[in-house]
């Protein structure tokens, strides 16, 4: 079985990003498919949220779920198509985009495409990361939200940013009350940039919010302080931690254990640009919104023609970036497409934009990665989990000729395995860079091929002329 | 990773040696193949000599280079699925056991058996279970650090930009980042040979053919032995339309990290390194109809390589041009078989000013020098 299908505008990415651009091009006249590889529109944030509270607590405390229904609902009405569970893993030609859906591949034709294929959260390695108990926020998150399955024993958060509190917040909600939470910067840090919150006051009650949620709970946040190593027999049993400078360097003398069953660690994330890359766009580095983010004009057009790039995948910045990013990129590809778009509502859209990733970029400096923090992968370390390749043999590849991830990769076999590189590949690139001393842009970044995620070899052959 | 070969070869001997490399180390064709060490695949010839003495040097390989190669002798099926592949097989295998491989005509039935997850139709093939496989990025990367601990210097990032010729003979080449003088400069560049060749007027027949491959997923307890169609010998010696995409089958896995490499292509597309998807489709296809259980596995990447190709075989030493001249080019699916003979050629030739040592005479001295002897020099 095959799939074809053909649209004007295909946005990949069913998030705030991806839907806010399908009902703003639809608004302009285009016909727009939005393709997801997961069953149920909304992408991670919505997804995420949908389930959190009953409907009338919705309705009084979060108005961002409340927003999620309704651009749904208004995403249907505009006539867009949805096609949930469709996987793009590749494109072959400009224009087309290859899609799986279940075992059935295909061909996806559009005129222009919209990526809004979002962030996944950066893991930053520790010794002992990869016992059983040391979670991921987001792993945490999907485990409560979609598996109602509270993490077992007493709980610790650890990392950076603002996704921490969501995620206690969830655990909250949920019965789990996290012990403590682990916070690597420090408010004091924080007062330098205090006088860009000017103007944010929707985002500042958000916040002030969750930090009211989270201290009526109970649970004491605890700043200036990372996991420095994991311990346990055969599973997680304590972890130790210590107090960091402003470059994240631990504080000699500043040990301290904490018993811990379930340790839910993050620092971030980062934009999820293999496809951007498949399609030719160019990047840049940009370690502010999450490292490699792919360069646009005003309207959000990539360095591809009629290839435009949205949310989380043009830099790290949160929903509300999302949404008023989404939209722009929505307009500007029906303008592409010799859509009458108001030049008011362009201005406009990209006058929300500015705002919103002023205050995106101001939350990213406070919860800036610190850089010590790459400090603690030890060199036994496991970097890449599905090969079992530790720091040690990274470093050594890396000074071997020329510090090149890719060359690091064929030395070293990371990132060849089951998730090609989206969980190691940063920390490859920080760890040749660091060994030499060279930047990020020097030692590049794994090379993407096509499939973006395992399809199957039958599914591909059905794709063969006989 | 002929440069590389070469290199190593050269430094070993004493001679002061560079290699001025593009991009990276192993950053062309000889990351792109599959590593297959193999004399089934060989045309009886110049191509099949080269190979038998090439294949001599690998097991010493590891030892020798002082890192792994991942050498290891798995075995080689190539199978008939038509009755052309069947035809070209017979005459093949004869010829080659006449030069002394150790090849033998296999039944069906003993292909099933030779690699059980064969469930679609063949008429028969042959089979070689001397032949054997490397990681071909080790194998390249091993050179490269051995060159340089015998001294050589290897420059990275560093593209050739012109050739300098002063009264007949070459003085050295420029880079980018500058001029490095030499007595002899020798165009290893794979696919891109003839845009060496321009700089000193020469023009060699050497085409880019590019080869896809598809890597399945980690599994457990795969056949180890090699499986190839015949249809990929007959786009390689020529017997087949020298157009299209030429897909035919081949199965090679690699024990030690579990995958399963899927081949091949034999195209003529320019330099363009990028996978297409009626080739990947093809490629699947054709895996799928001779081993229909690979059709339940994931793909996890693709890749595409050029080969070096040449109608008449590799091209190693005079090529014509200025004095200092030589070429070390034109190994088609070959090259990473072929490269450590032809660095210890190149070592040789460039020792002996290019004279008195043809490629014949050469491998003949080789023949009868101890076995298992890499490196050695011929007297
Ligand atoms: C899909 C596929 C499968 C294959 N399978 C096998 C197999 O199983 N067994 C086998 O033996 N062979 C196989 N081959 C063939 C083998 O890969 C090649 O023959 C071999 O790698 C050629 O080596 P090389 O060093 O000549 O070329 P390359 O490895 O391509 O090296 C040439 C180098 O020259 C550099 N260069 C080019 N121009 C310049 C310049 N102006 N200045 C500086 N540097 C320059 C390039 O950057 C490159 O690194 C396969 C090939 C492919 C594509």
Redesign the interface.
Known sequence: MTVELDTDIAVVGAGPAGLAAALAAAGAGARVTVLDEYPEPGGQFYKQLSSEFSVPERARLDDDYTKGDELLAAVRDAGVTLSPETLVW?S??PGTL?VMQGHAAG?VRARSIIVASGAYERVVAFPGWDLPGVMTPGGVQTLVKNQQVAPRGRIVLGGSGPFLLAVAKSLIAAGAKPAVIYEATRPLEWLRHAPRLWGHWDRISEALHYRRLIAAAGVPVRFGRIVVRAEGDARLERVVLMECDGEGRPIPGTEQIERVDTLCIGYGFVPSVQLARLLGCTHRYELRRGGWVPEHNEEMESSVPSVFVTGEVAGIGGAHVALAEGRLAGLGAARRLGLQVADAAMADARQERLTRRRFGDLVNDVFALKPGVYDQIGDDTLVCRC?EVTARQIREAAT???A?V??VK??T?CG???C?GRVCGGMVEELTARTVGCSREAVGAFRV???LK?????S??????? | MVGCAIAYYLAKRGIRVTVIERSIVGSGASSANSGAIALATKKPGIALELAMASQRLYPGLTTELGSNVDYVVEGNLIVAETEVEAAHLEALVADQQAAGVPVQPVSAARCRELNPLIEGRVLGGIHCPTDAQVDPFKVTRAYANAARNAGAEILVRTGVETIEVVGGRVRGVRTRRGAVRAQWVINAAGAHAPEIGRMVGVTHEVLPRRGQIIVLEATEGMPTIRVSGAGQLLAKHGAAAAGGANVAPSYTSKPLNGTVLLGSSNEFAGYDTRNTLPVMAEICRRARNLMPRLGGLHALRCWAGLRPYSASGPLLGGAGGPDGYATAIGHGGDGMALAPITGLYLAEYVAREGRNCSLPDFLGVLKTASPGESGGRPT
């Open positions: 590749g072959f030609e290859s061909t090969e071997e000729w020329g090149d890719n060359f064929g030395v076999r060849m395995g089951y090609q091929r096509p499939p395992p399809v199957q070899v039958g591909l052959a059905d794709l063969a002329r006989e």
